[in-house]
Nanobody, 124 residues
């Protein structure tokens, strides 16, 4: 099992930036694809970004493409989500997740391990 802990959330004004981190512990981190998802109040959890274990393949939701960047440092067992040009509609709880099949999937059900989430609030 991989244990995941997110950090870096907070309150930011529209147009600002935040960097989320997700620290992994437990089983080998480097063989897992990692994803970021978010869930706003009253809405379903949605895909944000994913990265395969090698870091060679990156995937983004259309709503964040060009503004968010996912990256990972396997030596530090950490995955990041750099969020720029934030909008009020980016407000949500952000979760990182691990995919043992290393698929970089956009589907939450393919991820086997989840963090507890970190709140991101963007004010207008």
């Amino acid at each position: 099992q991989v244990q995941l802990v997110e950090s870096g959330g907070g309150l930011v004004q529209a147009g600002g930036s935040l960097r989320l981190s997700c620290a992994a512990s437990g089983r080998t981190f480097s063989h897992y694809a990692m994803g970021w998802f978010r869930q706003a109040p009253g809405k379903e959890r949605e895909f944000v970004a994913a990265i395969t274990w090698s870091g060679d393949s990156l995937y983004y939701a259309d709503s964040v493409k060009g503004r968010f960047t996912i990256s990972r440092d396997n030596a530090k067992n950490t995955v990041y989500l750099q969020m720029n040009s934030l909008k009020p509609e980016d407000t949500a709880v952000y979760y990182c997740a691990a995919d043992s099949l290393d698929s970089g999937s956009r589907h939450a059900y393919e991820y086997t391990n989840w963090g507890q989430g970190t709140q991101v609030t963007v004010s207008s």
